[in-house]
């Protein structure tokens, strides 16, 4: 009763303690392979996009992106959440079942656009979030 109770608790230990080092030695060679999640440049020409007979200025602006892998250990820099950081102790453990957390803005800057509405009238109007100022795992 008792022996075999503490040996099937020490095998089930062990195999946890297996799946996490070959999960770590997993995400360890992923870390390697793509950058963390980052801050990218991206510039957005509004004469690309096809908008220049509505949009009077800007011509266009850096909107940056985000992107990178959001891996375990998650970095202080990461900005990740609590849920993040779950997720990603999770997905070491079940990695078919659950995705890792995903690189995504956490701070966003406004911009100012001056443009012609409908009725051929000039308005200056402030559009929030279009630029990436921070990234994180979420």
């Not at 770590?24 to 957005?44: I, T």
């Not at 690309?48 to 940056?64: K, N, R, S, T, V």
């Not at 990178?68 to 990695?95: D, K, R």
């Not at 800057?109 to 279009?130: E, G, H, P, Q, T």
């Amino acid at each position: 009763g008792q022996k075999g109770r503490q040996s099937n608790r020490s095998k089930a230990q062990r195999s946890s303690q297996d799946a996490l080092r070959a999960a770590e030695a997993a995400a360890d060679n992923l870390r390697f392979s793509k950058e963390g999640c980052n801050k990218h440049e991206l510039y957005v020409s509004f004469r690309d996009l096809g908008w220049q007979d509505w949009i009077i200025a800007p011509e266009g602006y850096a909107a940056f992106y985000c992107d990178g892998e959001c891996s375990f250990p998650l970095n202080a820099h990461m900005n990740a959440t609590n849920h993040a950081i779950v997720q990603t102790l999770v997905h070491l453990m079940f990695p078919d079942n659950v995705p890792k957390p995903c690189c995504a803005p956490t701070k966003l800057n406004a911009i100012s656009v001056l443009y012609f509405d409908d009725s051929s009238n000039v308005i200056l109007k402030k559009y929030r979030n279009m630029v990436v100022r921070a990234c994180g795992c979420h």
